[in-house]
């Protein structure tokens, strides 16, 4: 018997440790590996603790930061910088944190590391992207993995171990359902799912009694906090959930399934800084991408292993995304036919809707 965590609750722990300042050790299969801590939690008194190991501090961010930056990604989908000797705090901030890109655009020269391992400095970053941080992470190589997660208490990851969860969808399961009658259909249903992964939960709304043995009317929701909640203009996100329900109340049956990926899987406070950007005049992709981003980080075979549990193997899509459809047929949900969902268009998201057209895929 063995009370002690396994690799998934270590990351989940790793993932807290992160989002509070706290540095985690990533270990290599030869007993060697990497501090790191997120560079948007980082602290004075914890940079200096790094440097106090001995080791030059390095910087891990996406390629796609580092285009932003005119950094070298030697590791096509990373760059390690090296932080000068005299950088501070300010500094890290800088390199992590677009808002005042266009205010200080030389932030360089960059050194970037070439050669050697990238796999340590790649799941850290991965491990900021999944803590719903910036994807930016300050590292230093120490000799003795577990010797220092021991000496500073410190959650220690094996990367080789944690690789593949990180690369996995986590499994979901069941926790509870209850009846909720709604304003479109008085049989309404709240279905509560919980992944293994101490990651948010995911709902399944269900009208009606869809028969499982015929394609069921069904949407695929990204959760929106000032679309859905607040009726935010700068989308259509509220207009498409009410408008996907009406549609499933007027058929009687649907499934409408509200994942918490907020801001494209990015969460509330990068969506919150991707439209700072766009206040600054850069499209919804071009902000994603300045932060490090990619367009669209969501995992959409959440909603594929929800559907399927639920007994679904066949949908009527809601949605103007192509690449909703191609998750499902990936991952075991045949898509018998698209349902256009066109509504919510407004002066204010007109440019933002025709970005995702032009450069996101989605049909028009």
């Known amino acids: ?187 309404g249903r709240v279905h509560v799912f919980r992944p293994e992964d101490g990651g948010e939960e995911h709902y399944a709304v269900e009208i009606g009694r869809p028969d499982r043995a015929k394609p069921v009317l069904a949407r695929l929701h990204s959760a929106c906090f000032t679309g859905d909640l607040m009726g935010s203009l700068k989308c259509d996100c509220g207009p498409q959930l009410r408008a996907a329900l009406a549609q499933m109340g007027e058929e009687g049956a649907g499934v409408l399934l509200y994942l918490n990926q907020e801001g494209r899987g990015i969460g509330l406070a990068n969506k919150m800084r991707a439209y700072s950007l766009q206040d600054q005049g850069f499209d919804t992709v071009e902000a994603n991408h300045r932060l490090g981003f990619e367009d669209d980080e969501r995992d959409f075979r959440l909603g594929a292993d929800i559907l399927k549990s639920m007994g679904f193997a066949s949908v009527r899509l809601l949605t103007n995304n192509p690449g909703k459809i191609a998750m499902m047929e990936t991952n075991g949900v045949a898509v018998a036919e698209r349902v256009p969902l066109k509504v919510g268009e407004t002066p204010h998201n007109r440019a933002y809707l025709a970005t995702k057209v032009a450069k996101s895929g989605h049909l028009p």
Do not use: N
């Not at 300042?21 to 790191?36: C, E, M, R, T, Y």
């Open 1 to 187: 018997m063995s009370l002690a965590p396994d690799t998934t609750e270590l990351l989940a722990r790793a993932r807290a440790d992160l989002r509070m300042g706290l540095p985690v050790v990533i270990a290599d299969a030869k007993g060697g590996g990497s501090l790191a801590v997120a560079a948007e939690t980082l602290s004075v008194a914890r940079l200096a603790d790094l440097r106090a190991l001995g080791e030059t501090p390095v910087m891990a961010i996406t390629a796609r930061r580092a285009a932003t930056l005119k950094a070298r990604a030697y590791d096509g989908d990373l760059a390690r910088v090296v932080l000068p000797e005299d950088a501070g705090l300010a500094w890290v901030q800088a390199v992590a944190d677009p808002a005042d890109d266009l205010a200080t655009p030389m932030k360089g020269p960059f050194t970037s590391q070439r050669g050697g391992d990238a796999r340590l400095a790649r799941l850290a970053v991965k491990l900021c992207k999944t803590a719903q941080l910036l994807p930016a992470a300050v590292t230093v190589t120490v000799a003795d993995a577990a010797m220092i997660a021991r000496a500073h208490g410190l959650t220690l990851i094996d990367a080789e171990a944690a690789a593949p969860h990180l690369a996995d969808a986590s499994p979901m399961h069941a926790v509870i359902s209850a009846r909720l009658p709604m304003a479109v259909s008085e049989a």
